[in-house]
């Protein structure tokens, strides 16, 4: 017998060994795959920005990464980023909470209509799910009707056809809609919309709330499919650009991560179909010293993000092409605006900075 159990405990479980004495760069052990990722199954992204970078680099080692909704033919790089095609595999933007998620899935099944559709701005109309991805507006309330109506068709196409969906938590906190518990990916006002406490208020979601959310979402699919997918989840190491909790932004911040990482490790210990992947580990480990973050303390580094994804890589294509560079991907201001990155709604909300 054993003097104590920790005796056969790998090296992997002690803090020096696991951590101290590893390379940041390349720490061993870390993530082993609870199912593999085949280069002919059709991959599905969405959540927070994570996701970006492992959809690119799947799809430039030529796995099966769906685009439901592809930039036009002849349209420019930097349009296609300014208007989000091609940043998730559809284009719904940031879906930066799990009850959004759960929202779009019940609205593109037809089980449910968001309230407070269409949000105006100096004459021009916006689509109060996905403010950014029309940065100009359309002409009319009908217009915004008639495309989201378009993108619903391609989001039902993906989650009936998707066998790995990958999605990032973001935020717990949102804004919602008092009467109908409609939930925002931005908050009136800052893109688009204008701000009405009797109509609008703040909702900092729990552990509790946030797992019923995803696991309910889980539950349409299954409903709707003959063969459910399986999930890879991972946690933004992004802080919070701003919070309405009242608090101090880094406890806001701290809390925040800590419930989305303890429904990521909930849903991969209780779930078969769900693999947790540490990206948020990695870029934030007290081994690296801060080095994976840009000088605003926010945006990851183009070395922060290759070594996550060498990291995924390692596991799921070891024999594959270099890693995608990073600096490819849009990539965080310290001071946010709307021409600097489009596809983080989050950021927006620095503009309101005293």
């Known amino acids: 017998m054993s003097s ?37 199954e059709a991959v599905a992204t969405a959540g927070s920005c994570f996701a970006q970078h492992i959809a690119r680099n799947l799809r430039a080692r030529k796995f099966n990464v769906l685009n439901y909704e592809p930039a036009p033919r ?39 209509i968001p309230a407070d559709r269409v949000w105006e701005k100096d004459g021009r109309f916006f689509d109060a799910q996905r403010p950014g991805v029309e940065p100009g507006g359309f002409a009319s309330p009908e217009e915004v009707l008639a495309a989201r109506e378009h993108h619903l068709a391609h989001v039902r196409r993906m989650l009936l056809d998707m066998d790995v ?53 889980k539950r349409v699919l299954k409903r709707e499919r003959k063969k459910t997918p399986r999930y890879l989840v991972t946690v933004s190491p992004v802080p919070l650009t701003a919070t309405a909790t009242g608090q101090h932004v880094l406890a806001a911040s701290t809390y925040s991560k800590s419930v989305l990482r303890g429904v990521a490790g909930e849903l991969f210990e209780t779930h078969r179909d769900v693999d947790y992947f540490p990206s948020y580990e990695i870029i934030t480990a007290p081994v690296t010293g801060g080095a994976f973050f840009e000088a605003n303390q926010r945006s990851v580094t183009e070395a922060g993000v290759n070594t996550a994804m060498r990291t995924f890589l390692e596991q799921h294509d070891p024999d594959g092409a270099p890693i995608a560079p990073a600096k490819d991907a849009p990539k965080p201001t310290d001071v946010q605006t709307p021409e600097d990155d489009l596809a983080c709604e989050e950021a927006f909300l620095e503009a309101f900075a005293p």
């Open 165 to 217: 969906f990958v999605f990032t938590f973001g935020l717990t906190e949102a804004w919602v809609h008092r009467e109908s518990r409609t939930v925002f990916p931005t908050a009136p006002g800052t893109i688009a919309g204008t701000f009405d406490p009797e109509v609008y208020e703040f909702k900092n979601f729990t552990h509790a709330e946030t797992l019923q959310s995803f696991v309910r979402f």
């Open 74 to 112: 002849g349209m420019r790089d930097d349009l296609a980023q300014k208007y989000q095609f091609g940043t998730y595999s559809c284009r719904y933007g940031n879906i930066y909470t799990a009850a959004q998620l759960l929202q779009l899935a019940r609205e593109a099944f037809g089980n449910t």
């Open 4 to 40: 104590s159990p920790y005796e056969d405990v790998p090296g992997r479980g002690f803090w020096r060994s696991g951590v101290v004495e590893q390379n940041p760069h390349a720490i061993k052990e870390l993530y082993t795959p609870k199912f593999p990722i085949r280069r002919h």
